[in-house]
Every structure is written in structure tokens, then in C-alpha cells.
């Protein structure tokens, strides 16, 4: 009996030294920074406490698309590739904190607050503006243009929130209790008084497909995004497919 409490008392021990790394690491866990490759020009957008900057192309375009992007992904080259698809409009993408030019370290309330202002900043300037977000900027997005005028909000392989998303990934661990930044897209969806579409990708081996369903749900039926299930394509490779641009807008704005 005597071994038994032992072995449960170490057990207990490495749980919640387990639990603990998780809490103090989390963020490092969820954001992966990375260089900026890309040539675009940036511009510089309002934050508090950190220098925050979005690349930019085709800046004088009277209609703008403004692009959130992923945990791990290199935004210039992504704005390079929607000024390519998109050659009447300006593109703006937003370097969160700690990724290329920008510097800061990435939470929740800051990049939703500098996507915000990035917002602000580029409705002051061009007469229609759309916004992207993927992955983890779909969650972003979300945020950013909840209670907004803007002409569309379209997310790309998004969740419904990321602790659910953690949780079914670290089944083990109260993620629900220890997660600081929740990106609770679910909750948010309420709030958009925009036309809604949602781009998910069939294979996608990072947000399971449950969690894009449940964020579908969440909106109530007069709201009801429209949904494009991408074939045979996964989370990090549905930008190759061959609809994959041409989906990202309505028809009506297409080039």
C-alpha cells in the first residue's frame, strides 16, 4: 500500500510539473516567428509597445484585401502571391508581433488589437476592404472584424477555437484551465454583420474537421457562411490547389 502511494504521489508530481511547463511554454508552443523572405514594401501600424508593420502591394487600388496568416507562415510571400492573383487591389498583410519586421512578442489581445488597427488603418484609405484570415488568422479575423462594416470576411482552414483544438491534441491536460490565448472563434461569430466564407481543407491534418464544423455551427441560420470543402488537400498545402485563389473572393470581385 505504502509503495502504491508513493508511485501515486510522483505520478501526481510529474503531472503537474507537466502542467506547469505547458502553462509557462504555451506560447512558444503556438506561435512559431519566422523571417520575412518576401520584397514587398511594409508599412508601419499603430500598437502599443511594439513595433507592428504589414507588407504591403498595389497601395494606390481603391479596393484592399487585408490577409491574417498562420502560427508558422511567412506573410510577404503570401501577399506577393495574392498581388499576383489580385492585380486591382491593394494587399495588406499583417507581420504579427515577433514575425519579420515586426517586433513584440505575439499574445492574443495584441495581434487581435493590431489587426484592428491595421483594419482601421487601411478603411481610411481604400473604398472596400475584404479580409482573409488563415488558420490562425482565421481566428484573428474573426475578432478583428466582429461589429465591422467591411465587404467580406473570408477564413481558411479555420477552428472553431484553439483550445478545443489544443485539447483534442493534448487529450492529458486541462487545456481549457491553463490556456491563455483562446482565439474562441465560436463566440465571436455572432458579432459579424459581414458575408462569411469558409475555405476547409478535406485532408487537413492540423484543425480537425470537427472544429471547422462546430464553428459552422455556430452561426446562427441567417447567417450561414458559405462553405467550399477543398478535395484532397491539407492544411498546409490547400494554397496549391488550382481553385484555391480564384475561392478566396466572391465571383463579382474576381480580376
Excluded at 18 to 31: D, E, I, S
Excluded at 76 to 82: I, N, P, W, Y
Excluded at 132 to 140: A, F, N, Y
Excluded at 173 to 191: I, T, Y
Aim: net charge negative; aromatic share 10%; proline share 5%.
Amino acid at each position: 500500500m505504502r509503495v502504491l502511494l508513493v508511485f501515486l504521489l510522483v505520478l501526481a508530481a510529474v503531472y503537474v510539473a507537466l502542467c506547469t511547463f505547458f502553462y509557462v511554454q504555451q506560447r512558444t508552443m503556438l506561435y512559431f516567428p519566422v523571417p520575412a523572405a518576401g520584397e514587398l514594401n511594409t508599412v508601419g501600424v499603430p500598437a502599443i509597445g511594439a513595433e507592428v508593420r504589414a507588407s504591403v502591394a498595389h497601395a494606390d487600388a481603391a479596393s484592399a484585401i487585408v490577409y491574417f496568416g498562420g502560427n508558422a507562415e511567412d506573410v510577404s510571400l503570401s501577399a506577393e502571391e495574392l498581388a499576383a492573383s489580385y492585380p486591382d487591389h491593394a494587399i495588406y498583410a499583417l507581420h504579427y508581433r515577433g514575425y519579420g519586421p515586426s517586433r513584440g512578442q505575439p499574445t492574443e489581445a495584441d495581434l487581435v488589437a493590431d489587426a484592428s488597427a491595421l483594419l482601421t488603418q487601411v478603411a481610411e484609405r481604400h473604398a472596400t476592404v475584404h479580409v482573409i484570415g488563415r488558420s490562425l488568422g482565421s481566428g484573428v479575423a474573426v475578432q478583428a472584424v466582429a461589429g465591422r462594416d467591411v465587404a467580406g470576411l473570408t477564413l481558411v482552414t479555420p477552428f472553431a477555437s484553439i483550445v478545443g483544438v489544443g485539447q483534442s491534441a493534448y487529450w492529458f491536460m486541462p487545456v481549457s484551465l491553463l490556456a491563455k490565448d483562446r482565439f474562441e472563434s465560436d463566440r465571436h461569430v455572432g458579432q459579424l454583420r459581414v458575408p462569411v466564407r469558409l475555405l476547409i481543407a478535406e485532408r487537413d491534418e492540423v484543425i480537425p474537421r470537427w472544429s471547422s464544423e462546430a464553428l459552422i455551427a455556430a452561426f446562427a441560420s441567417e447567417q450561414a457562411p458559405e462553405v467550399f470543402v477543398i478535395a484532397g488537400r491539407g492544411h498546409n498545402d490547400v494554397q496549391r490547389d488550382a481553385e484555391y485563389w480564384s475561392l478566396l473572393l466572391p465571383a463579382e470581385v474576381q480580376p
